[in-house]
């Protein structure tokens, strides 16, 4: 156990559904991530958050959208995504935004998507 | 643009034998981290290396930075079939900015 819990470990959806990733991490920390990784590419850092703002958006398309309601959860809503979205999506936090310092980060056991 | 990249990309041994990874990075970095993934479940840290640190020991783990080549290399000793898993660097660019990860190592250890 890291101390961050995402849910569904999976999902199926369809083109026109919509649906959101949960995350939740208990260890206090004041930043969050959404990760997106896909079969041979690098972890793709998608957003960041700190203190619930967000700080962070690598150029997202809309159809993926955030929300961090308190510093202990994050959502990633989906809606009318592509084939191509299909990957398994991570979400970490971190004592402080970045990684200056000690900062170290802490992964959950990620959402496996899948688009059809 | 990556700023890390590990070398070599996939990498097979007997078990006991010893795995040595290695990563490059473009700019220059705070501190430079080590996480391993066993497959389809979340990142772990494994260590951490500041960039005023040339090695560092973990365990069985041994890791060593190269400011000037801008290089670092992760040694895992006596090999076991759990060390299995994908080995990727991360590297902290300046103050403020994010995490960069490179494309990992993939390593097989066979029993």
């Known amino acids: 156990e890291t101390g961050v819990t995402q849910t569904p470990r999976h999902l199926v959806m369809g083109m026109t559904n919509k649906k959101s990733l949960k995350c939740e991490q208990h260890?206090?920390?004041?930043?969050m991530y959404w990760y997106k990784q896909s079969a041979k590419k690098p972890l793709e850092l998608m957003f960041v958050?700190?203190?619930?703002?967000r700080v962070e958006n690598n150029s997202v398309p809309s159809r993926f959208s955030p929300e961090c309601p308190n510093s202990s959860h994050l959502f990633l809503h989906l809606h009318t995504l592509q084939p191509e979205d299909s990957a398994l999506y991570l979400c970490?936090?971190?004592?402080?935004?970045?990684?200056w310092g000690t900062g170290e980060l802490f992964f959950g056991e990620g959402s496996r998507l899948t688009v059809l | 643009s990556q700023q890390g990249e590990e070398d070599p990309q996939a990498l097979s041994i007997q078990e006991g034998e010893n795995a040595t990874m290695n990563c490059s990075y473009k700019?220059?970095?705070?501190?430079l981290q080590w996480y391993r993934q066993n497959s389809g479940r979340g990142l772990v840290h494994l260590i951490l290396?500041?960039?005023?640190?040339r090695e560092k020991h973990s365990g069985r783990l041994r890791v060593t930075l190269d400011t000037s080549k801008k290089s670092s290399s992760l040694l895992i000793t006596a090999s076991r079939a759990a060390d299995t898993a994908s080995y990727f660097c991360?590297?902290?660019?300046?103050?403020?900015?994010?995490?960069?990860f490179g494309p990992g190592t993939r390593l097989s250890v066979l029993p």
């Open positions: 970490a936090s971190s004592q402080e935004v970045g990684g």
């Open positions: 958050y700190s203190l619930e703002e």
């Open positions: 700019t220059s970095i705070n501190n």
């Open positions: 260890l206090g920390h004041n930043a």
């Open positions: 991360a590297t902290v660019p300046h103050y403020g900015q994010n995490f960069v």
């Open positions: 290396i500041r960039s005023n640190e």
